[in-house]
């Protein structure tokens, strides 16, 4: 049994190559297509000028999209404030431990219940 992925994955196969086909004999062979116009020219016009407008918008729209996705992502902090971060909170861990080895020397020791 074929999953879902897969399935959708042959389907796309199959168009592409359908279209592909269809591109190419149109456009070496548009008399097949007279039945729209009789203007072999202009069937070869737009056979070019279509997928070339389709891919025009689509490098246009990413780069619109990487230009939005910069001008709206904030910098990023600099190297110098990221290093001092790490070494207050090392610091501060340094310190922790330092107090919480100090509270644990001040602790008298329990004996045992048996020991006086």
Not at 6 to 20: E, H, K, N, R, Y
Not at 66 to 83: D, F, L
Not at 100 to 115: D, H, V
Request: glycine share 6%.
């Amino acid at each position: 049994m074929v999953s879902k992925d897969q399935a959708i994955g042959g389907v796309i196969f199959v168009v592409c190559v359908v279209i592909a086909i269809l591109y190419v004999v149109t456009l070496f062979y548009p008399q097949w297509l007279t039945f729209i116009t009789s203007d072999i020219s202009a069937i070869q016009f737009w056979v070019v000028a279509i997928p070339v407008l389709i891919a025009f918008i689509a490098v246009m729209a990413i780069g619109a999209w990487i230009g939005w996705t910069m001008a709206t992502t904030p910098p990023p902090k600099p190297i110098e404030e990221i290093t001092g971060e790490l070494e207050e909170k090392k610091e501060e861990e340094t310190a922790e431990t330092k107090e919480t080895e100090a509270r644990e020397e001040k602790k008298p020791e329990k004996k045992a219940k048996g020991e006086k």
